[in-house]
C-alpha cells in the first residue's frame, strides 16, 4: 500500500519575518528606554535627599540663628519640579500610575482595544504638546537670558528645560510602551493561532 509522506520541516529555526523582527527592535528600544528612565528616577531620589537637608539646615538657620538661607528657596522651587518631571517617565515605563478599571474590566476586548487606543492618544499627545511647548519657553529665555528674581538668582530656563526633558521623555517612553504591549499580544496570539491549527492537524491525523 503506497501512503503519502508527510511534508518533513526544514531543518534549523525559521527565518524572522519583518513584522517579528520589527517588534524585537521595539522591544530592545523600550529596554534600553528604561534604564534611562530607571536613572532619572534615582537622580529623583537623590534631589529628594538632598531638598531635606537644605529645608532642614535652613529652618536651624531661619530660627534659630536668625540668619535663613537666601539661595534655598530658588534651589528647592526647582528641586521640587525634578522631583515630579524625572519620575515621571519611570512610572509611565512600569505602568505604575493611578489608574481606575471599574468600568474597564468589564469592557468587551473590542472595547478594551479602543480604550487602550484613547489612553494612548490621549497620554501621548499631551505629553508631546507640552513638552514641544516648554522646549519652545526655554529656547525663548535662555536667548532672553532672563534670571529669577531675588537676591540668588539662576536662568529660567533651567526649570523649563527639565520639564521639556521629562514630557519629551515620557511621551517617547509611552509610545514604545505601547508598541511593545501590542507588538508582544500580536505574537501571544499568532502562538495561539498556530497551537490551534498543530492541534487541529493532529486531529485529523488521527481520524
Not at 5 to 10: A, G, L, M, Q, V
Not at 106 to 115: C, Q, V
Not at 184 to 205: D, H, L, M, P, Y
Amino acid at each position: 500500500m503506497i501512503t503519502a509522506s508527510e511534508p518533513t520541516s526544514p531543518s534549523g529555526p525559521a527565518p524572522a519575518t519583518p513584522s517579528a523582527e520589527s517588534a524585537s527592535a521595539v522591544s530592545r528600544s523600550f529596554t534600553a528606554l528604561t534604564r534611562v528612565t530607571s536613572a532619572c528616577r534615582w537622580v529623583a531620589a537623590c534631589v529628594v535627599i538632598v531638598l531635606m537637608l537644605i529645608t532642614g539646615f535652613d529652618v536651624v538657620m531661619r530660627y534659630a540663628l536668625a540668619r535663613p538661607l537666601e539661595w534655598s528657596i530658588t534651589l528647592s522651587m526647582v528641586g521640587l519640579i525634578a522631583i515630579v518631571i524625572l519620575a515621571v517617565p519611570d512610572l509611565e515605563a512600569r505602568d505604575e500610575h493611578i489608574g481606575m478599571d471599574l468600568f474597564y474590566r468589564s469592557f468587551s476586548p473590542r472595547r478594551k482595544a479602543i480604550a487602550d487606543w484613547v489612553t494612548f492618544t490621549a497620554t501621548f499627545g499631551f505629553c508631546l504638546v507640552a513638552g514641544i511647548a516648554a522646549a519652545r519657553t526655554t529656547l525663548h529665555f535662555a536667548q532672553a537670558n532672563l534670571l529669577t528674581a531675588g537676591t540668588f538668582n539662576i536662568p529660567i530656563w533651567v526649570g523649563y528645560a527639565l520639564l521639556t526633558l521629562g514630557l519629551l521623555l515620557t511621551a517617547l517612553t509611552t509610545l514604545l510602551r505601547f508598541m511593545t504591549q501590542r507588538a508582544r499580544g500580536r505574537g501571544e496570539a499568532g502562538i495561539s493561532g498556530t497551537a490551534g491549527t498543530a492541534a487541529t492537524a493532529e486531529q485529523n491525523r488521527e481520524a
